[in-house]
């Protein structure tokens, strides 16, 4: 019933309890999914607005508020179900989803899907105008998207778990960080087959970005910091820590 992660909040207290009394007896993936969206513990706060229920802040990887009417819970909702509906062929539905995670995991991409189920979370949609070889406005020059990736990435994002921190006056996630530059996000590359549970405690791991986990099978620590161009937010292309390597 909502776009986006605007609740107010005591909106979002509710949303969560009832998800943490459902996980007692169901799958506690949705908890998870809402833990890594939002809190009721930290709040936006904007000079002049003041009010008795304010709306919460959202996990800071959310880059969509209704810019260019791109906005993120349908796209969470919808993309691990392949969207848009209209351009589904009659019972090719289950053998599309894996023909896209086949060409994500295992091919290079190519970015040949509609950019409807964008998070804008690949630094190549980036679109820097004044960069193009073309009118933006040209179909030879939009830019596409790699369905498959989105579709694990909506899915992913409930490991990223978010808690205040700073205060109470920022939301924070596995792997986040805030300095002066802003926020950036980090993730390790491993060697050997790790569980979810292995893989959220490397990213809650306080040494993750100082080369702390390369005894436990860490080859690399790459880092993307957010960034906001005009109106829409991205990330950058990760880099390396470069601590890893001493």
Known sequence: DRADLNYTQSEAREVLREAARAAASTSRYRADLLAALMSDGTVESKSGKKT???RIQPTPICLLFGQGHQ??????RDVPRWQPEEQEEPGRQGEEAIEHL???????????????????????????????????TDAKYKLGTQLGANRL???GISVLTAAPAYGGNRLAIIGGHYDSQGFSLAWPIWREPATLCSIRWMLA???LRTG????????QVMVSRRIQLDKYFSFTRAQPVSAMGS
Do not use: C, K, Q
């Open 52 to 54: 008795d229920d304010p």
């Open 71 to 76: 906005h993120f819970l349908p796209r969470l």
């Open 102 to 136: 086949v060409a994500t995991l295992f091919h290079p991409w190519t970015r040949a899907d509609a950019m409807l189920s964008s998070f804008r979370w690949d630094p190549d949609e980036i679109a820097r105008y004044a960069l193009m070889a073309g009118n933006p």
């Open 153 to 155: 990435a909506a899915v």
């Open 205 to 207: 791991h306080p040494d």
């Open 212 to 219: 702390g986990l390369r005894p436990l099978g860490v080859e």
